[in-house]
């Protein structure tokens, strides 16, 4: 899915605290992604889950963009979500536009705004380097991810094999 950067913005407000995911974070960003994806292709076990995540830091999934892939924070500094994102994505078949990766909220925050506070931070990120779309994957089954992105702007541009 692709959507225009001030569509995002029209949308939805930033979380209101934010601060950029770090390698740091792999722990949380892996178990979160552990916890949210079905146990299948990337995310088929936990040893998977892991190694991807790492291999996001190590820039195997293209140029990682820290300032684009903020987390959202609680009033007591517990992250409630997170964003990765690339550059590019290191795929000849790519968008030519920076990538997100993950967009994660924790199962107890869901429905808050976390998700679109989250997206509105990557945009306005994004947005700051002279980039005018960003370009994500969903699950065809996601139906709540597929609803908040509809919200956001993003359109379908492609559809890949089933992932079962």
């Known amino acids: 899915m ?7 913005l029209d949308a939805a407000q930033p979380w209101p605290t934010i601060r950029a995911i770090t390698s740091e974070d792999i722990p949380w960003l892996a178990n979160a992604a552990f916890e949210s994806y079905p146990r299948r ?5 936990w040893d998977a889950t892991v190694a991807v995540t790492q291999e996001i830091f190590r820039g195997e999934w293209g140029p990682y963009m820290q ?7 609680s009033e007591d500094g517990e992250i409630l979500g ?6 590019r994505l290191a795929r000849e078949d790519a ?4 990538y997100v990766l993950n967009c994660l909220t924790l199962p107890d925050h869901r429905g808050r705004g976390v998700a679109s506070g989250l997206l509105a931070a990557t945009a306005r990120a994004v947005a700051a380097v002279g980039e005018t779309q960003v370009s994500l994957t969903v699950d065809e089954d996601n139906a709540d991810a597929r609803r908040l992105y ?15």
């Open 95 to 98: 968008p030519d536009h920076p």
């Open 150 to 164: 509809d919200r956001l702007g993003f359109a379908e541009v492609s559809r890949g094999p089933s992932a079962a």
């Open 67 to 73: 300032v684009a892939s903020p987390a959202a924070l």
């Open 41 to 45: 292709g990337l995310h088929r076990d």
């Open 82 to 87: 997170g964003v990765t994102t690339v550059l």
């Open 2 to 8: 692709t959507a225009k950067v001030r569509d995002i």
